[in-house]
């Protein structure tokens, strides 16, 4: 009898895409680690410091009662999405229906996987940002969708060009994923691009959807898509509290814009999911309602003295960058001597035991850069630097 199993095949969708770079990595680094290497990782934006202590505390009371462990509704419980609705209007200003307007997520990713379902039919075309967070491409190729680069350029503050979107053929856009303040270039949110992205949208009705997790990092006026006039009708915003409240591994992000875009990823989403733990969401709803503006600022001077050895470490790989960049990243052009960015990034990898990473993983215009995480205590960064100088020229 014939052995039928080795005729199975993966879907053809799984050709369209590589594992996601930091997997693929992070086990060649676990393996040398495993040599005794002890790698110092500078590579994954992942907040080392902990939540607020009444973060936590709010974590533990709910999961010791009795009554919290069922089923939760997958839209979020209300106190949730009314402190989400509550953290928009006290940072931004932006007014939102705390029951139609908002929708939590199991962090951002999974909205973006929501939200393509939910607007992008197979062979319709997604603007990208070159470069940019890869998810946005990966997921639109694993969807069908046909994904359309627009450029991010280091001369124009990495602000997308309006001029080179309007040449291009767009009648099969349905969506433009934007991310500002911008990861990886460091490059900070302007009310002017927020200004034309929502006139852009308008022109030629396409939803714009601004990824927007690093408003609190290294940046003292945090700004929204969403406090354009007008916005809430054509553009979704995501927030997450990865980043603004220590929370990378409790996964709680947040999808605000109008209540029918809502009702179609609710759609979605109520297909693929089930409410996350009560306990998280209550949690999650306490970090946003009792953050203070000295935890805001903590974090402030914190990255800003990590930030000064990512400089230090720049500088003495003959790396070049803008000071203003904003968000827990440092990114930086290689020098010219280097044929590959890659070459630098290994040899500082094997030779000196730290681990970058190398920007052609966010686009072919990141290919002449690296990106230097802040999610680092002191003392590994100045470790880090140390191991750096001490490379043979």
Not at 155 to 177: A, C, I, T
């Amino acid at each position: 009898m014939e052995n039928k199993l080795t005729n199975i095949q993966p879907a053809d969708r799984l050709s369209l895409v590589s594992e996601y770079y930091f997997s693929r990595k992070l086990k060649e680094v676990a393996a040398l680690n495993a040599e005794g290497k002890d790698i110092i990782s500078l590579a994954i934006g992942s907040p080392d410091m902990p939540p607020s202590e009444q973060t936590v505390e709010k974590l533990c009371e709910t999961a010791r009662r009795s009554d919290t462990h069922g089923y939760q509704p997958t839209g979020g419980t209300p106190e949730l999405r009314e402190a989400m609705a509550d953290f928009y209007k006290r940072w931004y200003g932006v007014e939102l229906d705390a029951k139609s307007e908002v929708l939590p997520l199991i962090g951002s990713k999974e909205g973006i996987l929501h939200v393509t379902l939910a607007f992008v039919n197979p062979g319709d075309e997604v603007l990208v940002p070159n470069p940019g967070y890869p998810t946005y491409t990966s997921l639109s190729k694993l969807l069908g969708a046909k994904v359309v680069n627009y450029n991010l350029c280091e001369d124009n503050g990495w602000q997308p060009d309006f001029e080179e979107l309007e040449s291009m053929d767009l009648s099969r856009v349905k969506l433009m994923w934007t991310n500002y303040p911008n990861m990886p270039t460091g490059g900070n949110a302007q009310m002017e691009t927020y200004e034309r992205l929502v006139a852009f949208a308008k022109k030629h009705g396409i939803v714009v959807v601004n990824d927007n997790p690093y408003s609190f990092i290294l940046n003292e006026k945090p700004i929204s898509l969403l406090q354009v006039e007008g916005a809430k009708d054509c553009c979704i915003e995501f927030n997450s509290m990865s980043k603004s409240h220590n929370m990378p591994g409790w996964r709680v992000g947040m999808c605000m814009t109008n209540a029918t875009f809502i009702s179609w990823i609710m759609k979605v989403k109520s297909n693929i999911d089930s409410g996350t733990f009560r306990g998280l969401q209550l949690a999650a709803a306490e970090a946003l309602r009792n953050e203070a503006e000295w935890h805001v600022q903590a974090n402030i001077e914190t990255y800003a003295r990590r930030r000064k050895y990512a400089e230090q470490i720049m500088d003495v790989l003959g790396c070049k960058y803008d000071n203003k960049q904003v968000g827990m990243f440092l990114w930086g052009r290689i020098p010219d001597e280097y044929d590959d960015v890659e070459v630098l990034t290994e040899r500082v990898l094997h030779e000196a035991r730290v681990f970058i990473t190398p920007g052609f993983i966010f686009g072919s215009n990141g290919k002449r850069y690296i990106r230097i995480s802040l999610c680092a205590k002191e003392e590994k960064l100045e470790e880090a630097l140390r191991r750096i100088k001490s490379l043979t020229p």
